[in-house]
């Protein structure tokens, strides 16, 4: 027995992805899987939720090309969770348009034939080490390590050369927004990256790490956004509390984003938007209008996802005073945009659904 095999959480399914896929790395070592049991805020029935995944195993994905190690198992992978179904769905692949990462039923079967077969009792009934718990609070809302804020830094420093080189202003990025990069850190992963904080009711609930630079992120070994664990993406949006004082919303997918809209701009920290989210915006903008900015890349990989959100929007469109609609940009990324020219884009655009936009504060 191999000295890491002695120390993992689930030793079954370590050896099963040994002998699968020859070579295996391991993430959150001896971290146990934290959960709860939480309201479904549509159907108000009970789900599971992972608030920390624990020990992963990473292996090169048997479902795309990947080289880099980028699939990730759960150490719980095929145990039952609180309403007895086999969990299965406890693998992604972090590599873009891989079938694992956009969630392909056929995939999971794929994995689940590849490591269990018809042997799938035997990896439910595989013993778990108990593992050390983590405090996710303290991991999402607290900062990720000794951190400054970015327009405290010098103007040759690599975050500032990158920001401005972006068009974004360092000033405001780090006035309005509160954005940091991290000096050090406990956990290697974390350091030399520009961390942009989450507020949910002025109290930071996450964050969000990105490296200074740009590259061909399928092919990269860092991701080009790492969330902090815990972080309740699909309950919140970023920014929402600066722009809930203003007569207008627009939901986008990333931070950069809002920084190029502005205040009026918030992001869903993702590509899609949940139930709760759309329950979250009707409320807070039920007297004014509301804007899901879509850009092009978006509608032509995720066609699916895409129709959901749009469906989405036509049902806020008849609960907000003044409208909600979608607008599909021609092309491009939000976040490179000119604000001047989004802001008219929208409003024009807009007003074709007959939904009227005002950029003013309330």
């Known amino acids: 027995m191999s000295n890491e095999e002695k120390i993992v959480l689930n030793r079954m399914l ?32 009970k789900k599971p939720e992972i608030t920390h995944a624990g020990e992963y195993y990473r292996v090169c994905c048997p479902c795309c090309n990947d080289t880099e190690f980028k699939c990730y198992v759960n150490h719980m992978y095929a145990k039952d969770d609180e309403l007895g179904r086999s969990q299965t769905h406890l693998v ?4 873009a348009g891989c079938p694992l990462e956009t969630g392909e039923s056929s995939a999971y079967d794929q994995v689940k034939e590849m490591l269990c077969g018809y042997k799938i009792v035997e990896f439910q009934a595989a013993p778990i080490r108990p593992g050390k718990e983590v405090d996710v609070d303290a991991i999402r809302a607290t900062w990720p390590g000794e951190v400054i804020r970015v327009d405290k830094l010098p103007p040759t420093h690599e975050a500032v050369v990158y920001l401005e ?23 290697f992963f974390h350091e030399q990256k520009i961390c942009i904080p989450v507020y949910h009711r002025k109290k930071m609930v996450g964050w969000q790490l990105r490296p200074p630079y740009e590259c061909d992120w399928k092919l990269s070994r860092v991701p080009k ?24 919303g627009v939901v986008m997918e990333g931070v950069t ?20 989210q759309f329950k979250l915006f ?15 890349d978006y509608r032509e990989k995720e066609p699916e996802a895409y129709a959901k959100l749009v469906a989405g929007a036509e049902d806020l469109n008849d609960k907000l005073k003044f409208g909600f609609c979608t607008v599909d940009l021609p092309s491009g990324d939000p976040g490179s945009l000119d604000r001047q020219f989004l802001r008219s884009f929208i409003t024009e655009e807009a007003a074709k659904k007959n939904v009227t936009v005002s950029w003013k504060r309330r």
């Open 14 to 45: 370590y050896r099963r992805l040994k002998a699968t896929f020859k070579h295996v790395r391991i993430a959150n070592l001896g971290e146990k899987q934290q959960r709860r049991l939480a309201t479904d805020l549509v159907t108000g029935k």
């Open 92 to 95: 992604h692949c972090f590599k």
């Open 165 to 187: 080189g972006r068009g974004y202003s360092v000033e405001r990025l780090g006035r309005f927004y509160n954005v940091h990069w991290v000096l050090s850190s406990e956990r």
């Open 225 to 248: 956004y790492y969330t902090a664990p815990g972080t309740p993406k699909s309950k919140i949006f970023y920014n929402l509390g600066n722009a809930e004082k203003y007569r207008v």
């Open 257 to 276: 984003d809002v920084w190029s809209l502005g205040p009026q701009g918030v992001c869903t920290l993702g590509a899609r938007m949940a139930p709760a």
């Open 282 to 296: 009707e409320r807070k903008f039920k007297d004014w209008a509301g804007i899901l900015l879509v850009d092009s």
